[in-house]
């Protein structure tokens, strides 16, 4: 046998092998694949269907009709017309076994098939063993995919089910279209070792055209062939050694003069890179004293905190690309206005936004620019929600807390990686500011301290009509000092602009324990701002507290258990 015939009978079987296992390798790839998007979507789907159920039961139970077979038929009718609803293809079958395995209900897009005698029973013993599994088995004629619940109330067995086919039928192309390509190959590679194996059989051409090439283009990272192991299969050795040699100084060299030329280029990069997590003025201040490493001292400044409400909800039917492109197209215009406004974002935190007014360096008017940041967060949320709806997507809400206070700032943490930040008992109250935002239906609250500070510079900025309106007095998680606890605007309706001064006297009129007083400045309120959740918040309490009055050293203190 020539030489030529070993080499495809030695290399052809291990490239056909190799390629075997790797398209048997990706259909059972795919096929797990599917089945565990089959069993996720089926799972989603059985968890809704579970829902609506319960809660079709639970209202008839709760207003008495659970004996009602009137009512119960209802119910199960609302359930087939639900579960129609959620179908999405024309081969998905949603259907119902009573315990002796007699169909009692079906939805489907088109005609459902029915269950042929004998069917039901052994399928329903099936489900029953495998409760809530994905199995296959046949129904209707057709083999299907399946998962099911049994609801009591009802006592039936709920069953989700497509047609396997319509699963199954991309991993069924993939294993034909693994022996097409294999085929193809096969011949594809006896050609390619047919032309290899010719080149092989003249060792000593091939060694003396790659070294004239080497002579005639300097190119040194050209080798030759080391075909025997006898004289000529040594000079090429040693000539490949002698090359390689060669070709790595001179890469050597050429990497040395190409770092010199861009060092300085490499150090203004790092300063843009780096721009983009940590501020310019720590960033400057690192290099001006290396030695320091910006060591913690304590200041004065504003900490905001800002989260998307129910985000968890919100992200739980996207994509990870569509979350994370959604993030981004958020945090764009609400960074922006933080920049704006002289602050730095100090973290992301998943969806929410860490940033701080005054470190590390102050500006005068740290206050001022932190609560406008939080109004102007605010108004570009509702410009990015309008584009969620021309893209067709849910709007989100967000809650924003500020506060001010002395804080810990500095580089914090190991040697290996350290992050500019701030600590402190005014990080914490913004961040339970922020949370409270959902208790007290707004989404901008601020702290006594940030008021307070805020009304030393002034009553606002040019082009800005910031007002506050004084909510409640309440002590954080972990503290039992009151904070009092304010919401802004910029600028109000003509509703608002009397209604407000209300509040704030019924609001005095609370703390001075003149209930019945404050409850008719409350009501007052609600006259000219009806539906006010603040108002009636503030209403329910006078009422009951003047009804059952509240010990002598009461201080309007509401404490808070959790966030």
Not at 36 to 44: D, L, S, V, W
Not at 420 to 425: A, R
Request: proline share 3%.
């Amino acid at each position: 046998m020539s030489i030529r015939s070993r080499i495809i009978w030695v290399v052809l079987p291990l490239l056909v092998a190799a390629l075997t296992l790797a398209g048997t390798a990706s259909y059972f790839s795919a096929a797990n694949g599917i089945t565990r998007i089959t069993r996720e979507f089926f799972g989603f789907k059985l968890l809704e269907l579970r829902k609506y159920a319960e809660n079709q039961w639970a209202l008839l139970t709760e207003n008495g009709y659970a004996g009602n077979p009137e009512m119960v038929d209802a119910a199960k009718k609302a359930l087939e017309i639900y579960s129609g609803g959620i179908i999405l293809s024309e081969s998905e079958v949603i259907f119902a076994l009573d315990n002796s395995g007699v169909p009692v209900m079906s939805a489907s897009l088109g005609d459902a098939p029915a269950i042929q005698a004998g069917e039901g029973a052994a399928l329903l013993e099936l489900l029953n063993e495998r409760d809530e599994e994905l199995v296959t088995s046949l129904a209707g004629g057709k083999e299907r995919v399946m998962r099911s619940f049994y609801f009591t109330p009802f006592q039936w067995r709920i069953i989700l089910s497509e047609e396997k086919n319509s699963f199954y039928r991309d991993v069924d192309r993939i294993k034909i279209q693994t022996a097409a390509v294999t085929a193809a190959f096969s011949l594809i590679a006896v050609v390619l070792l047919v032309l290899f194996s010719r080149v092989i059989t003249n060792p000593l051409v091939k060694m003396v055209k790659a070294m004239r090439g080497i002579i005639e283009t300097t190119d040194l990272s050209s080798r030759v062939d080391v075909a025997y192991s006898d004289e000529t299969g040594r000079l090429a050795h040693t000539f490949n050694v002698m090359t390689g040699a060669l070709e790595s100084a001179y890469g050597q060299i050429k990497r040395y003069a190409f770092d010199a030329v861009l060092s300085q280029k490499k150090e203004q990069r790092i300063r843009q890179i780096f721009q983009k997590y940590v501020p310019q003025d720590v960033i400057n201040e690192s290099f001006r004293n290396p030695e320091q490493l910006l060591p913690g001292k304590n200041m004065d400044l504003a900490v905001l905190f800002s989260d998307i409400r129910s985000f968890t909800t919100l992200s739980e039917g996207m994509s990870p690309g569509d979350l994370v492109e959604l993030l981004n197209r958020y945090f764009s215009p609400q960074v922006g206005v933080i920049y704006n406004r002289n602050g730095i974002v100090d973290k992301y935190i998943g969806d929410a936004i860490m940033a701080l007014w005054g470190a590390p360096l102050g500006h005068g008017d740290d206050a001022l620019q932190a609560v406008l940041s939080g109004v102007e967060m605010i108004e570009a949320l509702k410009t990015f929600n309008e584009d969620q709806k021309r893209r067709g997507q849910k709007e989100i809400n967000i809650g924003i807390g500020i506060n001010y206070g002395e804080v810990t700032v500095g580089n914090i943490g190991a040697e290996q990686k350290r992050d500019y930040t701030v600590i402190g008992d005014p990080v914490n109250l913004a961040s339970r500011l922020e949370g409270l935002t959902k208790m007290y239906r707004s989404p901008l609250l601020v702290s006594e301290f940030l008021y307070g500070e805020f009304m030393k510079g002034g009553t606002g900025a040019e082009g800005a009509e910031l007002r506050f309106r004084l909510l409640d007095t309440v002590a954080v998680k972990g503290k039992t000092r009151g904070v009092k606890i304010y919401t802004v605007k910029n600028g109000l309706s003509d509703a608002e602009q009397k209604a407000w001064p209300v509040h704030e006297r019924g609001m005095e009129l609370y703390y001075r324990r003149s209930f019945r007083e404050a409850a008719g400045a409350f009501r007052e309120l609600l006259s000219l701002l009806p539906g006010d959740f603040n108002g009636e918040n503030m209403l329910q309490r006078c009422e009951a507290l003047e009804l059952n009055p509240p010990p002598v050293d009461w201080d309007g203190v509401e404490i808070m258990h959790s966030k």
